[in-house]
Each structure stands twice: as structure tokens, then as C-alpha cells.
């Protein structure tokens, strides 16, 4: 599995940024994998999980990466539930932290891209949407 992680800081956007590119590949013809989506942690964060699919291809969502312990909640169980279930790519934030990132780098075929910080709030949707842009285009 490809995982594509894209990483930062706490509060810089890395799960808002993994929810647009999640609603770009539905835009793009991508479908639910029935049985899937659910919610993570504080929903007011939009941290989720899901798989959708298109044309035999499986992509699967963690829009969380903020945590490091705890079965079934850490990035690491999360991108393995993944695999197992025969995703093709993974789409994951990432916070910056070396336990976190190690369960990224634990897959050799993996991309790591830096979060783009905002200069306010005005640049947040610009920012977050080419950061997104750029995460669906390593699909």
C-alpha cells in the first residue's frame, strides 16, 4: 500500500485539508466502500476514517494523525486496518512527532508532504485546498 501522509504541527489543518481531498475523490466518480466511515475521536475535529473505490481501486482516509497510543486509535493500527481491508493508497495526516511519522515510513512506497501554513484565515480554504490538491495528485 502507498501511503501519503501529510504532515504538520498541531492546528495547522492537516485533517481539514485530508476532508477536501476525500470530497475531491467523490467529485471524481470515487464511491463509499459500504461499511467503513467512521467518526474519530472528537467529531468537532472531522477526524475520520473511510475506504472509497473507484474502477477496482481502493483509497482509504485517516483524518487523524495526532494520535500515537492506543489500539485501534494510533496512526499506525489505523493505516493497518487499511492494508488489510486492500487499499490500494492511503490518504493520512500526520502531526509532526517521530512515533507518528514512523508508522508512515513503515511503508516503503510512502510520500510525505509538509503542511502549507496560512497566513490567517482569509488563506486557510486557498492553502488547505492546493495542500489537498496536491495529496490527491500522488493517487
Do not use: W
Not at 470530497?23 to 464511491?31: A, I, K, S
Not at 517521530?98 to 497566513?119: E, G, M, R
Amino acid at each position: 500500500m502507498k501511503v501519503i501522509a501529510l504532515s504538520g504541527a498541531k492546528d495547522t489543518g492537516k485533517s481539514h485539508t485530508v476532508n477536501i481531498a476525500y470530497t475531491f475523490l467523490l467529485r471524481d466518480g470515487y464511491v463509499q466502500v459500504p461499511g467503513n466511515f467512521r467518526v474519530l475521536g472528537n467529531s468537532n475535529n472531522k477526524d475520520f476514517t473511510d475506504i472509497l473505490e473507484k474502477e477496482g481501486k481502493k483509497v482509504g482516509f485517516v483524518g487523524m494523525g495526532d494520535y500515537v497510543n492506543g489500539a485501534g486509535k494510533s496512526l499506525k493500527s489505523l493505516l493497518e486496518e487499511l492494508e488489510l481491508k486492500g487499499c490500494d493508497t492511503a490518504l493520512c495526516a500526520a502531526r509532526d512527532n517521530p512515533k507518528i511519522l514512523a508508522a508512515v515510513q513503515a511503508y516503503s512506497h510512502h510520500i510525505i508532504i509538509q503542511k502549507t501554513l496560512s497566513t490567517g484565515d482569509v488563506s486557510h480554504r486557498i492553502v488547505n485546498t492546493n495542500d489537498a490538491i496536491v495529496m490527491i495528485s500522488h493517487v
